[in-house]
């Protein structure tokens, strides 16, 4: 394979599908409202009492049944079903530009075999997980035998040594799998395995495109939660906690006030799943150009 991955294109994917596609991503953000909008409108009056019982003081308060009761299932299941429309539709978007019908929403063969090599995917993932988990347990155990009285340095000075090996280890297997939905999605069948040969020579790429998007989402949800916190936190006079002086000012917003927070809770949900979804479907289509439509041209 001898193209190669441009990083900057990659994080610009977002970007440039949101500006190419503002109709179909307004779309997907009314879909997530709709959802969100109605699991808290019908669950709204048992979490604004719980709410109240918690800035109130009362800390042994209990979760009224009908915050979890059939309403917040259903809205659960359509959540995770919305969600896996929503992650192919940005792939289709940026590997299939011409596919517009539907707002680029489908549930079908594709879709199906994203759902089971994520599935797939997390699986191996937990079972490196627990093997590095098993060889530093094994390691530190070994070492503190062998050592004896000296017991404690040696196994301070194995984790130092181990623990950043193995958990690189972990992170680039993650990286050498993380294809496997978009190539599942593009090829139309199970690639989980094919995504670790179709990476090879990339981890790097992949790495520094995981990074920058890392330190990007950390950096606004730092920004806007703060922001958003605080300004929660100051429009109570009468709370000395802040935590609890949030919780009575959400139990206390209006019709009007869930329904503006909705929408902008899905709209910044969407962007970021837009904009960590479309670097891996841009990365596939540099990878792979000779099957792929020329996006952005």
Not at 194 to 217: E, N
Request: charged fraction near 10%.
């Amino acid at each position: 394979m001898n193209q190669k991955i441009s990083v900057g294109e990659a994080l610009g994917a977002g970007f440039r599908l949101i500006g190419r596609e503002p109709l179909a991503f307004a779309a997907w953000c009314a879909a997530y409202l709709a959802v969100s909008a109605v699991s808290m409108f019908v669950n709204w009056d048992d979490t604004s009492a719980y709410y109240d019982a918690l800035a109130a003081g009362n800390g042994a308060a209990t979760i009224p049944a009908g915050a979890f009761g059939p309403a917040y299932w259903l809205s659960l299941l359509f959540s995770l079903v919305l969600f896996l429309a929503v992650y192919t539709a940005v792939v289709r978007a940026v590997l299939y530009p011409e596919e517009r019908r539907f707002f680029y929403l489908r549930l079908g063969m594709r879709e199906l075999w994203v759902a089971l090599s994520a599935v797939l995917a997390t699986l191996l993932w937990f079972v490196g997980y627990i093997v590095c988990a098993m060889v530093i347990g094994l390691g530190i155990g070994l070492v503190g035998e062998a050592a004896g009285e000296g017991g404690a340095l040696a196994v301070g000075i194995v984790m130092i040594v181990l623990v950043p090996v193995l958990l690189w280890a972990l992170v680039w297997a993650s990286l050498r799998l993380s294809m496997a939905t978009v190539m599942s999605f593009a090829e139309n069948r199970l690639r989980v395995l094919a995504s670790w040969r179709f990476t090879k020579g990339h981890a790097l790429a992949f790495f520094l495109v995981s990074l920058a998007l890392g330190i990007a989402a950390l950096v606004v949800f730092v920004v806007l939660f703060g922001v958003i916190l605080g300004g929660l936190a100051a429009g109570s006079t009468t709370q000395p906690n802040a935590g609890l002086a949030i919780l009575g000012q959400i139990s206390q917003m209006s019709a009007a006030a869930r329904l503006v927070s909705s929408a902008v809770i899905s709209v910044a949900y969407v962007g970021f799943l837009v904009m960590f979804i479309a670097p891996w479907a841009e990365m596939y289509r540099q990878l792979r150009p000779g099957s792929m439509a020329s996006t952005f041209d």
